[in-house]
């Protein structure tokens, strides 16, 4: 089945850690990205790419690194310098990115212990 | 920020009532997509409606678009309770991402 999946489902850091969140898509899709939602707010935009070894800092970069290695997968890296990194984390992809339509990941949560 | 904004909120209706929900953005768009979150859960994408456009379908749910005044509204006619979810809308503010709104939490009493 094509989709977009997104592991671990939870996930736990203690602070000062390094945590890397996996994103993998079989759809052949360009445009891959990551956003963070907090409880009760909407999507906010951490990084995308357009193609692969290409990546472009969304709204809320600080903190977060990611690598396009292959089309396939799009990893997120949530570093020590994130303050506040407690939150729940979706994955998407699209075929161009230009507008078109998201296909999301189920999403990881995660905690800061 | 490109972010829209939802409106309202939350919404609690009665099972077999109409829900609408508005949505509305700052700068010119390509298009606006409509995708619905359960709780805990990624987002699915409902629809689709170009800025040429003035309105769209697609089974139970009515798109409307006003370019001139940069709004959007979703209709959910003859709601059901598995229709309960966060609704939010997505503009691609001639960029090539999707930036999203706040949300609509749709609660519908069986």
């Known amino acids: 089945d094509g989709g977009i999946t997104q592991s671990p489902k939870y996930l736990f850091r203690k602070e000062g850690q390094n945590v890397t969140l996996s994103c993998e898509q079989n759809?052949?899709?360009?445009?891959m990205y990551w956003y963070r939602q907090d409880p009760g707010q909407g999507l906010r935009l951490i990084y995308y790419s357009q193609i692969v070894n290409d990546f472009q800092k969304g709204d809320i970069a600080e903190g977060y690194s990611v690598s396009r290695e292959k089309k396939e997968s799009f990893p997120l890296t949530v570093t020590s310098a994130q303050k506040n990194p407690t939150a729940f984390y979706l994955c998407?992809?699209?075929?161009?990115?230009?507008?078109?339509?998201?296909?999301f990941g189920q999403g990881t949560r995660l905690t800061v212990v | 920020s490109q972010q829209g904004e939802e409106d309202p909120q939350a919404l609690s209706i009665q099972e077999g009532e109409n829900a609408t929900m508005n949505c509305s953005y700052k700068t010119s768009i390509n298009n606006l997509q409509w995708y619905r979150q359960n709780s805990g859960r990624g987002l699915v994408h409902l629809i689709l409606?170009?800025?040429?456009?003035r309105e769209k379908h697609s089974g139970r749910l009515r798109v409307t678009l006003d370019t001139s005044k940069k709004s959007s509204s979703l209709l959910i006619t003859a709601s059901r309770a598995a229709d309960t979810a966060s609704y939010f809308c997505?503009?691609?503010?001639?960029?090539?991402?999707?930036?999203f709104g706040t949300g609509t939490r749709l609660t519908v009493i069986p």
């Open positions: 997505a503009t691609d503010a001639g960029a090539n991402n999707l930036f």
């Open positions: 409606i170009r800025s040429n456009e």
């Open positions: 998407a992809s699209s075929i161009d990115g230009a507008g078109t339509e998201a296909f």
């Open positions: 759809l052949n899709h360009d445009a």
